[in-house]
């Protein structure tokens, strides 16, 4: 899609105010943390919002679909002031919010998930037939190949991403509010949303969309606002704006180099070896060296295996064959604990699900994989508190109070905890699995340097991440997976975009080796 495409909107449509907030304040409690702030969203507009993460973006969005009410200023729908005592009273005025933490019902298939609280009916009883038209007909839409009888649960990621928008768009919103909406989706699905943007523009329909990714905003948007500790910054035409002065305008500074120095790593110096690593139906005879101190990049499109493969290294998933060596000597890893034992520890990539504890406060989320340092029978609390302020200062994690539950950290913040209780149990190889998804550009820098701290302390990491310029600013060398398979291992000067692109697509015609070889 282009540029001129994309922004070909009605001059008329585009001028109508839908939905504004006028001088917005919110606390809780003694925390402050929006300052008066102005927004108008208007029909047959895309309006961007950006802020790194902390600065209030998702507290004003809130105010906006009826979740917080402000503790002061006003909000007006289509000129007239409103007030939203709930998200459903929103909802009901035509503004609807699709979260970036997807909220579905794990366990209702997607038709059922699309329609909830809004079930057809013939008569006294569900018209499952409809509600199943209905759903295909929006999935269609999306062109989106997910049977509406699958249960949420049995999704991936990306799929459960899609069933959000087409529910939004089952609610025929005139407002609608996307928030990292393409966080999780590959750039077919980015392309499809789009292009479904467009369309929904072109309807008058008003669009706040709220992304970290600056090539995204500057493709998709009319206008941006800019957010920075809970003050509005400015509002511009994006036209006007380049992504260098957007990342200055969002952290209040310039960021002068986004990834670390790196220097070269001895060949000879190996960490860990992984040989013919297969896994039923995922993986086959997957074979590499990380070195010690490198970053090892894994590239590869959705379903070439990288996730399977490293679950497999480190005992959560069964290997069907292969072997795995530390410092050249053969381990037996079967489990999480196997695998410490081993130093080798996993950063997730859903830091929500499965990496923190989002109902308990910073202290027993940084300590928990590492107790044994804190006493066998009984915590010594006072190591704990003081594991912690190392962490918060090493890590920079940003939290008026250690004791606030992680649930309502930022996103940078709840990454940072997440590296830092990884380090906490001090491995020697780190595998680290989209690191920086949905965190603005501030804090990205910071953890690349934080990962770039890692190797200039001798720690090996491994580094699966979909974003290219991560992948090729961080790593060393760059092995590239395909139905399975590690077609090559790139270094050099082939540790580019089209190569990677090549081996990632299979038509390399490499199969499983080092193109230095």
């Known amino acids: 899609m282009t540029d001129a495409a994309v922004h070909a909107v009605n ?30 969203l208007r029909a047959g507009e895309v309006h961007a919002l950006l802020g790194e993460n902390g600065a209030g973006k998702s507290t004003l969005v809130k105010i906006l679909s009826g979740y917080h009410q402000p503790t002061s200023g006003a909000l007006s729908l289509d000129q007239t002031a409103v007030t939203f005592e709930d998200s459903e009273v929103a909802e009901n005025h035509g503004v609807i919010l699709i979260h970036q933490e997807l909220n579905l019902a794990e366990q209702l ?30 999935l269609d839409q999306l062109q989106c190949d997910v049977d509406p009888r699958a249960r949420i649960k049995d999704l991936a990621v990306s799929d459960r991403q899609m069933v959000e928008i087409a529910k939004a768009l089952s609610k025929n919103a005139d407002i609608l509010i996307l928030d990292e909406p393409t966080a999780v989706l590959t750039g077919r699905e980015v392309d499809i949303l789009f292009d479904q943007i467009k369309r929904l523009r072109e309807q008058g329909v008003a669009i706040l969309y709220i ?42 500074r310039d960021i002068k180099q986004m990834f670390p120095d790196r220097a070269p790593v001895e060949a000879h110096d190996v960490a860990m070896s992984v040989r013919n690593v297969s896994v039923d139906g995922q993986v086959r005879d997957a074979s590499f060296d990380l070195r010690r101190g490198e970053v090892l990049g894994f590239a590869g499109i959705v379903g070439a295996g990288r996730t399977a493969l490293m679950e497999a290294i480190i005992g959560l998933r069964d290997r069907s064959s292969g072997e795995i060596e530390r ?48 006493g066998t029978f009984i915590i010594d609390r006072k190591a704990e508190e003081a594991a912690l302020e190392s962490a918060i200062e090493a890590f920079d994690i940003r939290a008026a109070d250690p004791k606030t539950k992680v649930g309502d950290f930022s996103g940078g913040n709840q990454q940072k905890l997440l590296l830092a209780k990884v380090m906490e149990t001090d491995p020697e190889v780190v595998i680290i699995d989209e690191p920086t998804r949905g965190i603005d550009i501030g804090t990205k820098s910071q953890i690349y340097h934080f990962i770039g701290d890692l190797t200039k302390r001798g720690k090996s990491v491994i580094l699966l991440s979909s974003e290219m310029p991560e992948m090729l600013g961080l790593s060393d060398r760059i092995a590239v997976m395909a139905a399975g398979r590690i077609t090559g291992i790139l270094e050099g000067n082939d540790r580019n975009e089209h190569e990677i692109m090549r081996h990632a697509t299979g038509i390399s015609g490499k199969q499983g080796v080092s193109v230095h070889e």
């Open 11 to 40: 001059p008329d449509q585009q001028a109508r105010v839908r939905l504004s907030g006028r001088e917005i304040c919110k606390s809780f409690g003694p925390a402050q943390v929006l300052f008066d702030v102005s927004i108008d």
């Open 327 to 374: 410092n050249g000597e053969p381990v037996s890893i079967r489990s999480l604990q196997d695998a410490k034992k081993c130093g080798i520890a996993y950063l997730t990539k859903d830091r929500k699900g499965s990496g923190l504890l989002l109902n308990m406060d910073m202290r027993p989320n940084l300590t928990l994989l590492a107790l044994e340092k804190f």
């Open 211 to 252: 992304s970290h990714k600056l090539d995204e905003i500057k493709a998709i948007a009319d206008r941006v606002t800019v957010l920075r500790d809970g003050r509005l910054i400015t509002t511009e035409p994006v036209a006007d704006v380049e992504k260098d002065d957007m990342a200055r305008l969002m952290v209040g």
């Open 109 to 138: 298939t997607v038709e059922e998930n699309i329609f909830l609280g809004r079930e057809i009916k013939r008569g006294w009883f569900l018209d499952k037939a409809a509600m199943r038209s209905e759903a295909q007909k929006l």
